[in-house]
């Protein structure tokens, strides 16, 4: 009924706009392009044509999608008011999601005009202009807090401005973002890169896993979470979240020839693989249920008990001991 996407600006420019595309056909509408193909308006897809209930989504934007496509987050929102608007005979679950946001904002405290407003609101990012989520280094020192609800909660603080025309750019209000999140099922976040995956850069389980653990929170159902696999642009395709961690596992930090050959690169390897293993850690805050023992069971054999006979605790004990000393924390 619902699908929540993260749209990063690396991956807009790569793909010429794909997951919007995806957005806009979800929704049941589709692009109106001038003479020079540029899409500048979009309009709706019938019913007979769709062949099925509009889909309801819902967006959290990086900073610099929003400084680089502000006109796409209009054409989002514009979508989704155009869809809940929709004359259809069957199932509208735009419509539904809408009208279940505005009695969750009103039972929240907000005014039964703001609720109209901003039900239909579905694109979200930084509040105050912020670039990423601030929430790394809370997640990284369990420390700080003490439970996945804290986490949650300053997620949503931090990513729930508003993003839409005139005064609703940049706009704050706690419960809008919760609002616009119920019934979401599935998290999908791009991948173009062959360089990097969930568990090498920080900032995809920054955003796919805020995503899920916020809908987590707020519904109480842990969503599915998917990468849209834009690498190979003649074959694209979706591959589930787990499915994608162990193969980066068993290709880099599980696999002797990658480790072997890394090890030649001193110091400065040896704070990735630590990297790497922050990262494990907060989709394992993220989502517990994709990093399961197995993982964290073959890590320890590999770096601890040296499994593999490579003498990876002599290389880190020499290049770069605190690298050692947080992987084995």
Same mark, same amino acid.
């Given at each position: $009924?619902?699908?929540?996407?993260?749209?990063?600006?690396?991956?807009?420019?790569?793909?010429?706009?794909?997951?919007?595309?995806?957005?806009?056909?979800?929704?049941?509408?589709?692009?109106?392009? +001038?003479?020079?193909?540029?899409?500048?308006?979009?309009?709706?897809? %019938? /019913?007979?044509?769709?062949?099925?209930?509009?889909? +309801?989504?819902?967006?959290? @934007?990086?900073?610099?999608?929003? +400084?680089?496509?502000? !006109?796409?987050?209009?054409?989002?929102?514009?979508? =989704?008011?155009?869809?809940?608007?929709?004359?259809? +005979?069957?199932?509208?679950?735009?419509?539904?999601?809408?009208?279940? #946001?505005?009695?969750?904002?009103?039972?929240?405290?907000? !005014? %039964?005009?703001?609720?109209?407003?901003?039900?239909?609101?579905? &694109?979200?990012?930084?509040?105050?202009?912020?670039?990423?989520?601030?929430?790394?280094?809370?997640?990284?020192?369990?420390?700080?807090?003490?439970?996945?609800?804290? =986490?949650?909660?300053? *997620?949503?603080?931090?990513?729930?401005?508003? *993003?839409?025309?005139?005064?609703?750019?940049?706009?704050? $209000?706690?419960? =809008?973002?919760?609002?616009?999140?119920?019934?979401?099922?599935? &998290?999908?976040?791009?991948?173009?890169?062959?360089?990097?995956?969930?568990? #090498?850069?920080?900032?995809?389980?920054?955003?796919?896993?805020?995503? !899920?653990?916020? =809908?987590?929170?707020? @519904?109480?159902?842990? %969503?599915?979470?998917?990468?849209?696999?834009?690498?190979?642009? #003649?074959?694209?395709?979706? /591959?589930?979240?787990?499915?994608?961690?162990?193969?980066?596992?068993?290709?880099?930090?599980?696999?002797? $020839?990658?480790?072997?050959?890394?090890?030649?690169?001193?110091?400065?390897?040896?704070?990735?693989?630590?990297?790497?293993?922050?990262?494990? *850690?907060?989709?394992?805050?993220?989502?517990?249920?994709?990093?399961?023992?197995?993982?964290?069971?073959?890590?320890?054999?590999?770096? &601890? $008990?040296?499994?593999?006979?490579?003498?990876?605790? @002599?290389?880190?004990?020499?290049?770069?001991? *605190?690298?050692?000393?947080?992987?084995?924390?």
């Amino acid at each position: $009924k619902k699908i929540s996407f993260t749209l990063w600006p690396g991956d807009f420019i790569d793909t010429e706009g794909a997951i919007v595309g995806q957005i806009f056909y979800l929704l049941g509408v589709e692009p109106v392009r +001038d003479p020079f193909k540029r899409v500048v308006d979009i309009k709706l897809i %019938p /019913q007979e044509e769709l062949g099925r209930p509009r889909i +309801d989504v819902v967006a959290q @934007t990086a900073g610099q999608f929003r +400084d680089l496509a502000a !006109s796409r987050m209009f054409l989002i929102n514009k979508a =989704v008011v155009m869809a809940a608007k929709a004359n259809d +005979d069957n199932e509208n679950y735009v419509k539904e999601g809408v009208l279940a #946001s505005e009695n969750f904002m009103k039972e929240r405290g907000l !005014s %039964p005009k703001e609720a109209r407003e901003w039900a239909s609101q579905r &694109v979200f990012g930084g509040v105050n202009g912020i670039y990423g989520t601030n929430i790394m280094g809370m997640v990284e020192n369990g420390g700080q807090w003490e439970n996945e609800e804290e =986490v949650a909660n300053t *997620y949503l603080y931090n990513m729930g401005a508003i *993003y839409d025309e005139g005064a609703d750019w940049g706009a704050f $209000k706690e419960g =809008v973002f919760e609002a616009a999140l119920l019934n979401t099922e599935v &998290v999908v976040q791009p991948w173009e890169s062959n360089t990097w995956c969930g568990l #090498s850069l920080d900032h995809v389980y920054e955003f796919m896993g805020g995503l !899920s653990l916020a =809908v987590r929170n707020v @519904t109480g159902n842990d %969503p599915d979470a998917y990468f849209n696999d834009f690498r190979n642009p #003649s074959n694209t395709k979706v /591959q589930g979240l787990k499915e994608a961690l162990w193969v980066e596992a068993r290709s880099t930090l599980l696999n002797p $020839k990658f480790i072997s050959e890394y090890m030649k690169g001193g110091a400065s390897s040896a704070e990735t693989f630590a990297e790497t293993f922050r990262n494990t *850690y907060g989709w394992n805050v993220m989502k517990p249920k994709d990093i399961d023992n197995a993982l964290w069971d073959n890590l320890h054999e590999v770096y &601890v $008990k040296d499994k593999l006979g490579l003498d990876v605790q @002599t290389f880190f004990k020499r290049e770069n001991p *605190y690298a050692l000393l947080e992987m084995t924390a």
